[in-house]
């Protein structure tokens, strides 16, 4: 199972993600960040707070977005993985192309450092 | 049969002789010496060979159609009406000759119709009996054997002679067999087995059978105007018995199908609905296919409520677009349009509970309109696998035009055509599962040859290989490639996601490792290439993790870089300590681009004897158990620490046998790949 629920701020884009992100949930994922995308906002956060695992396919859908990232010059910033998840990113090397902060806060700051 | 039939003949042949005779002797007033009992014992035998060769015709033809028996016995009573009114002619013709009034010739005349009279009132209650015992309970067969044997018996009734008139016991009897015969001619089942058309023609077949029997009794029984007598004595209990009987039986018969009549199209509309049901239910059986189902569905079901037009509306999924397909009976596709809209706008629409559905969306509509060339519309819908597959219209000119009984009906149709289609659906799915079953087994076994069997080596270590999948096809991968004497190239992958697509780039993974290898790369390198090839062949959201290793037994070395695989274990015999090797790396397709190259890095260490090298997947390190704990890396440090000493089999094999005591009963939804290096 899992959730995605979309939040427009003022000047960036939330995408709190709850639940399991495995291979048929991934879809689902993917479903969500492309409507973000899709609006062609310069900030984007997403919320993995309450994200308990994601598979391969789950990063995947992750991965697929880097270049759009850099292309479009967006601040995608994730925030409030957990160790498990965390780790998973570092393993795959995700970790030195995505931004990875721990609170909200370092997230935001993240977006108006830029 | 042919034998009592010759036998018949001969005592009929006999018995007009005879009667000749007697004339003669009378005349002359000769006693020819023959006891009154013979001429009376020679007709009782010919009644009872002809009823026995009645007897055997009638079991010999089996057949059941009644009408078929009528027209027999019509048959012969037409013939013995002709030859006796042949004879009453030749009678007529000849009255004002000699021989008028010759006796013996008189005789002759009598004896022939005497003898065609008995046998067609002797085929009639053969056929009779047939129709009485038509669907027979245990109860009428005695009934009717009581009834026969009295009759038979009656025949020899005349041996004590005496006639309806003066005996009392020829009343009695008389009266008892009328009375049987009574009741006997209330069965009349057969009846309700013919249809309409049949019935007219067995009112008309009875009719005259019934005048032809009037006809004989009174040319036996009512003499001539010229005799005085008013009724020549009766005098024969089985002939007055049988005429009684039969006259009682046509009669019943002709009224019980009179009044039938009205009734007949109502039996016949049932036996219908009866076949209908079960073509819907056989259709499957005869291979064919979804629209010969539903166009009998229409049919039977326009037939049954009388619709004078209907359609079907079966909503097919053809490539996501919902397109319903339509298929109408006695109506045009302006018409139905029209009544669609008049569908939307009525006002009077009744909702009928279906009884056997729980949603409301399957209740059937009765809808009324006030002016239009329909004035009732019945709505069905067709459940198929629980869900709506289509709508039955059925249109009536007449308001009110469906009855509680119809509806039942449709809903019986509709119902048995649902499960001839969902059996028929079914069964497809069935086939193509098997199919897709087939397809999968050949992928495995493809796959499984894309995974070496021997992993190249040499005396410096032992290689030893596991791995699994959860369905039939996976995306781990390992291989090895012996580059030198004394250097060898070991591989560990794994495809993101899992299944058939990650089965797929697992082996485009096989043919890049199989050609870069030859080239022998810095595993750095190597990646790097790697990574250009598969960047033009992967899915966008898929991406490979690998692991290479270049084992270099001359100089004890080993050099590796890892893609964003899971970091290898590594046992120290030195140390006796087991620890992950730590390096940094990005898994193969994540970055597509020549940046790439900046995020691979070598590594390079040297080994000592015994040491170990696990290289695994994350189906390993990720598996978990029921209360979501993962197998992890802790674990196992403490595996490989407590069982280095052993040879490479015995740590896979230990390895495993931990995994499966971690999981316990909680199936391992991953593929888990392992290969266990061992130092010399």
């Not at chain 2, 009112?203 to 001539?224: E, K, M």
């Not at chain 2, 497809?428 to 040859?449: C, D, P």
């Not at chain 2, 990646?527 to 991406?543: I, M, P, R």
Request: glycine share 4%; hydrophobic share 45%; proline share 2%.
């Amino acid at each position: 199972m899992l959730e995605i629920v979309q939040t427009n701020e003022n000047n960036y884009i939330s995408i709190a993600v709850t639940g399991d992100a495995d291979a048929s949930s991934s879809i689902k994922l993917d479903k969500g960040l492309r409507s973000a995308f899709d609006e062609s906002h310069s900030n984007i956060i997403i919320d993995c707070t309450n994200l308990n695992y994601i598979s391969s396919a789950g990063l995947g859908v992750f991965m697929s977005y880097i270049e759009e990232i850099n292309q479009t010059n967006t601040t995608f910033v994730i925030y409030g993985l957990s160790e498990k998840v965390l780790k998973v990113f570092g393993i795959l090397g995700l970790d030195q192309l995505l931004i990875l902060k721990n609170t909200k806060e370092e997230a935001l700051v993240e977006l108006n450092g830029l | 049969m042919r034998i009592s039939l010759a036998i018949s003949t001969l005592l009929w042949l006999i018995m007009t002789l005879l009667d000749v005779l007697q004339v003669l002797a009378v005349r002359s007033d000769v006693d020819l010496g023959i006891s009154p009992i013979v001429p009376v014992l020679i007709i009782d035998f010919f009644f009872v060979f002809v009823v026995l060769f009645y007897r055997l015709r009638i079991t010999k033809v089996e057949s059941t159609d009644f009408i078929d028996y009528l027209w027999r016995v019509f048959a012969i009573g037409l013939i013995a009406t002709l030859v006796s009114l042949a004879l009453g002619l030749f009678n007529n013709s000849i009255a004002d000759s000699a021989l008028a009034n010759n006796p013996f010739l008189e005789e002759v005349l009598y004896s022939i119709r005497f003898g065609l009279i008995s046998v067609f009132l002797v085929s009639t209650f053969t056929v009779w009996k047939k129709l009485i015992l038509y669907q027979k309970s245990k109860r009428l067969v005695i009934w009717w054997n009581v009834f026969e044997g009295v009759i038979l018996l009656s025949i020899f009734f005349n041996l004590i002679g005496g006639d309806l008139q003066t005996n009392d016991l020829f009343k009695i009897l008389f009266g008892v067999i009328t009375l049987m015969a009574l009741i006997l001619s209330a069965n009349l089942k057969w009846v309700a087995f013919l249809n309409f058309k049949q019935k007219w023609k067995s009112i008309l077949l009875i009719l005259l059978i019934t005048i032809y029997l009037g006809y004989f009794f009174t040319s036996i029984y009512v003499p001539g105007e010229e005799t005085m007598d008013i009724l020549k004595s009766i005098d024969n209990l089985f002939i007055v018995s049988l005429f009684v009987f039969l006259l009682f039986y046509s009669i019943f018969s002709l009224l019980v199908i009179l009044f039938n009549l009205p009734t007949s199209s109502v039996f016949e509309k049932k036996m219908e609905e009866a076949i209908n049901f079960q073509r819907l239910s056989q259709s499957i059986q005869q291979g064919e296919n979804e629209n010969q189902i539903f166009d009998i569905l229409l049919t039977s079901s326009m037939s049954a409520v009388y619709a004078d037009a209907g359609w079907l509306e079966i909503e097919r999924n053809k490539q996501g677009t919902e397109e319903s397909e339509i298929r109408r009976k006695n109506l045009s596709p302006t018409n139905r349009l029209e009544v669609i809209e008049q569908i939307k706008v009525s006002k009077q629409k009744y909702v009928l509970k279906n009884p056997l559905s729980k949603a409301s969306e399957q209740d059937q509509t009765l809808i009324l309109f006030k002016k239009s060339n329909f004035r009732s519309v019945l709505i069905v819908p067709l459940i198929i696998q629980e869900k709506i597959a289509g709508h039955m219209y059925l249109l009536n000119e007449l308001s009110d035009g469906f009855n509680k009984e119809m509806i039942n009906i449709i809903n019986t149709f509709a119902s048995q055509a649902s499960i001839s289609i969902e059996n028929f659906r079914l069964l497809g799915e069935a086939l193509e599962n098997e199919r897709y079953k087939k397809e999968l087994n050949i992928a495995k076994k493809v796959q499984r040859a894309l995974l070496p069997v021997n992993l190249d080596h040499n005396d410096s270590f032992q290689i030893h290989a596991f791995t699994q999948a959860p369905d039939e096809v996976g995306g781990d991968y390992y291989d090895t490639f012996r580059l030198s004497e004394h250097k060898f190239a070991v591989v560990i992958g794994d495809v993101s996601g899992k299944g058939t697509s990650a089965a797929f780039h697992m082996s485009q993974m096989k043919g890049i490792f199989q050609s870069l290898v030859q080239l022998d790369l810095a595993p750095d390198e190597f990646l790097v290439k790697a990574n250009k090839a598969l960047s033009g062949c992967l899915e966008k959201t898929s991406f490979i993790t690998l692991s290479y290793f270049v084992i270099d037994t001359e100089h004890k070395s080993v050099e590796y870089s890892r893609a964003g695989h899971c970091p290898t274990l590594f046992y120290s015999s030195q140390n006796s300590s087991a620890e992950f090797l730590e390096n940094k790396g990005l898994g193969l397709g994540i970055l597509r681009n020549d940046s790439f190259k900046n995020y691979v890095f070598v590594n390079k260490m040297t080994f000592q004897k015994d040491d170990v090298i696990v290289l695994y997947t994350d189906g390993i390190s990720e598996a978990s158990n029921n209360s979501g704990e993962e197998f992890g890396y802790d674990r196992m440090k403490k595996i490989l620490t407590d069982n280095a000493k052993f040879d490479a089999v015995s740590i896979q094999k230990t390895f495993i046998k931990k995994l499966f005591e971690f999981c316990e009963d909680k199936n391992l939804n991953d593929d888990y790949t392992m290969v266990v290096i061992k130092f010399k």
